[in-house]
């Protein structure tokens, strides 16, 4: 496990913070201390994330995920995943069930995702498009529109969120080059799949998030034996740091329910 970061602090049951993509655990800062009171809390950085090094041979985030659960003897854990992260939870479910003991997304449904929406189409396109040059200011300004939604501007947002995920994406985007080979494997077939997920399953949205990315998270929930959503009022793709407040006590609410 040398070569993956995270960080494991306080007690009791465990609970697994996985960050969206181009990100790293740090996107959990209003959450670690408040749950660390009462949980276990994990918070790796992702391969080729954060402080994790990047790869380098084929690999899956949930084989990752799986060998350090395994490494730190956890047993059944909560995976509370956003956008890339709650992808890496519902894989986990399916590939390593006997890890996990219930699931929460946001802003997801699996890791094989699916765009229809136009702003969401016309962002993911203006972001490869950046990163497919190798400029990295116009890809880290492009991904960090996803934080805005479709119904807002970044100038809508407090400045400081803003400002710490263009700090985790450019640290992210930078450790990266248009021209490496992309070593991730997906795990297929998931959306077939979920129905046999059979853990309760929450997902909290941001309420003006893509249609595509609520939809997906949606889909999830219905297609789950135990599912249900909860929507965060006036926050797109990253509700737990736009209210973490509202966020931690959906998540605790649902915590307290297991």
């Known amino acids: 496990m040398n070569?993956?970061?995270?960080?494991?602090?306080?007690?009791?049951?465990?609970?697994?913070?996985?960050?969206?993509g181009f990100l790293d655990h740090s996107m959990w800062d209003d959450q670690i201390p408040v749950l660390a009171e009462r949980y276990r809390v994990i918070a790796p950085d992702a391969?080729?994330?954060?402080?994790?090094?990047?790869?380098?041979?084929?690999?899956?985030?949930?084989?990752?995920?799986?060998?350090?659960?395994?490494?730190?003897?956890?047993g059944p854990a909560i995976l509370v995943g956003v956008s890339m992260g709650a992808g890496t939870a519902v894989d986990t479910a399916l590939?390593?069930?006997?890890?996990?003991?219930?699931?929460?997304?946001?802003?997801?449904?699996t890791n094989e995702p699916y765009f229809t929406d136009p702003w969401t189409t016309r962002m993911w396109?203006?972001?490869?498009?950046a990163m497919a040059a190798g400029d990295l200011d116009a890809s880290v300004e492009a991904f960090t529109l996803f934080a805005a939604g479709p119904l807002r501007t970044l100038d809508d947002l407090d400045p400081e969120v803003v400002g710490r995920l263009r700090r985790m994406a450019r640290s992210t985007l930078s450790k990266?080059?248009?021209?490496?080979?992309?070593?991730?494997i997906p795990a297929h077939d998931t959306w077939e799949r979920a129905a046999k997920i059979d853990v309760p399953v929450l997902a909290i949205n941001g309420a003006i998030?893509?249609?595509?990315?609520i939809g997906m998270a949606e889909r999830l929930i219905r297609?789950?034996?135990?599912?249900?959503?909860i929507s965060v009022d006036r926050t797109a793709h990253y509700p737990n740091m736009e209210r973490p407040d509202v966020f931690n006590e959906s998540l605790e609410g649902f915590l307290r329910t297991l």
């Open 3 to 20: 070569d993956v970061f995270w960080l494991d602090t306080g007690t009791g049951r465990p609970l697994v913070l996985l960050h969206g």
């Open 47 to 74: 391969r080729g994330h954060g402080r994790s090094a990047n790869a380098t041979a084929p690999f899956r985030h949930t084989d990752d995920l799986a060998a350090l659960l395994r490494h730190l003897g956890t």
């Open 95 to 109: 590939e390593h069930p006997e890890l996990v003991s219930a699931v929460v997304v946001s802003g997801a449904g």
């Open 125 to 129: 396109a203006a972001w490869h498009s």
């Open 176 to 184: 990266h080059t248009a021209d490496e080979p992309d070593l991730l």
């Open 209 to 213: 998030d893509s249609p595509d990315h």
């Open 223 to 229: 297609t789950v034996a135990d599912g249900r959503a």
